[in-house]
């Protein structure tokens, strides 16, 4: 099992159902990887078209499944429900990096928008004690 970082490139949605009625929406996006959450920036009155372009960065293991997105629209009240999307991992572990790709996301099973995102996976450095040095000479007390 390969652990290291993976980076999530959250670039923008759009397409996305308004759910305000008087005013635009002002979406986030709440990304979930396993039991770590991480929030973006509210896109304040960007109706359904935000733009986001920030970066997330979640320690993982090349077995994790998926990556979660879900978008809602900040309010003062209750946050309402926008859309979601899950986006399996498997082709970033073999490729190291996913270019900007557009996903759709969904309510209810239906379609409701896309969000785009870029992925990108580095395996932790290996780390290697001084012994483990095999050009050099051997570690010895003994002269």
Known sequence: MVHGKLEVLLVSAKGLEDTDFLNNMDPFVILTCRTQEQKSSVANGA?????????FVFTVSDDTPQLHLKIMDSDLTND????????????????GSLPPAVHPVVKEEKY??????????????????????EEGPPYSSWS
Request: charged fraction near 30%; glycine fraction near 6%; include cysteine.
């Open 47 to 55: 109706g359904s078209e935000p733009e986001w372009n920030e970066t």
């Open 112 to 133: 409701c928008g896309e969000v785009k995102l870029a992925l990108t996976f580095t395996p932790a450095a290996e780390t290697r004690r001084p012994d483990d040095n």
């Open 80 to 95: 309402d429900f926008v859309g979601e999307r899950t986006i399996p991992l498997e082709a970033v572990f073999q490729e």
